[in-house]
T-cell receptor
Framework: GAGVSQSPSNKVTEKGKDVELRCDPISGHTALYWYRQSLGQGLEFLIYFQGNSAPDKSGLPSDRFSAERTGGSVSTLTIQRTQQEDSAVYLC?????????????FGPGTRLTVL | GENVEQHPSTLSVQEGDSAVIKCTYSDSASNYFPWYKQELGKRPQLIIDIRSNVGEKKDQRIAVTLNKTAKHFSLHITETQPEDSAVYFCAASMGGGNKLTFGTGTQLKVEL
């Protein structure tokens, strides 16, 4: 079946502009995660949604970052007033925590460049 | 919160040799430890994982070992091939769909 998809694949923006990044998880997956990967670095947790529970926002680096998940499926990560240090690849992942699997499946990422 | 350290940051081996990457974690509540392979410009892909109720797991040329007491786990790749060249990330989680805390990655290069 279809994997996790993200759009856009690349986004170039000017400092101070707002951006929205979209994630479509695997159908039926109840948990959705956002991570950030700066050039040559590891993956940094940002936020995750699990079913109808309140999201875990503990990884968001500032109040310029927010995310929502509508209808338990698609998620949008919004970065307001972008800064150059926001430049990174933003990766989305999803999983279905029921049963014995915890495998997180990643999307292809959105490469954000802030000029 | 959880902290995962990973070593080495770079590893170069000759084709056919073995490669070992080591990680340590800090939170004794963590019970799920996946390893991801990321090729240049591609998404991370799970290659193997282990839960805290077992000490070792194998899948063909890949194995993972876990020492809960010492809070460390390792990835072992035997008979390395050029296509094994990639960045490998370890991670830890409390399971049940919780977030992953990643190590900083190991760039593995398999030379002919």
């Amino acid at each position: 079946g279809a994997g996790v998809s993200q759009s856009p694949s690349n986004k170039v923006t000017e400092k101070g502009k707002d951006v929205e990044l979209r994630c479509d998880p695997i159908s039926g997956h109840t948990a959705l995660y956002w991570y950030r990967q700066s050039l040559g670095q590891g993956l940094e947790f940002l936020i995750y949604f699990q079913g109808n529970s309140a999201p875990d926002k503990s990884g968001l680096p500032s109040d310029r970052f927010s995310a929502e998940r509508t209808g338990g499926s698609v998620s949008t990560l919004t970065i307001q007033r972008t800064q150059q240090e926001d430049s990174a690849v933003y990766l989305c992942a999803s999983t279905s925590p029921q049963g014995s699997t915890d495998t997180q499946y990643f999307g292809p990422g959105t490469r954000l460049t802030v000029l | 919160g959880e902290n995962v350290e990973q070593h080495p940051s770079t590893l170069s081996v000759q084709e056919g040799d073995s490669a070992v990457i080591k990680c340590t974690y800090s939170d004794s509540a963590s019970n799920y430890f996946p390893w991801y392979k990321q090729e240049l410009g591609k998404r991370p892909q799970l290659i193997i994982d282990i839960r805290s109720n077992v000490g070792e797991k194998k899948d063909q040329r890949i194995a993972v070992t876990l020492n809960k007491t010492a809070k460390h786990f390792s990835l072992h790749i035997t008979e390395t091939q050029p296509e094994d060249s990639a960045v490998y990330f370890c991670a830890a989680s409390m399971g049940g769909g919780n977030k992953l805390t990643f190590g900083t990655g190991t760039q593995l290069k398999v030379e002919l």
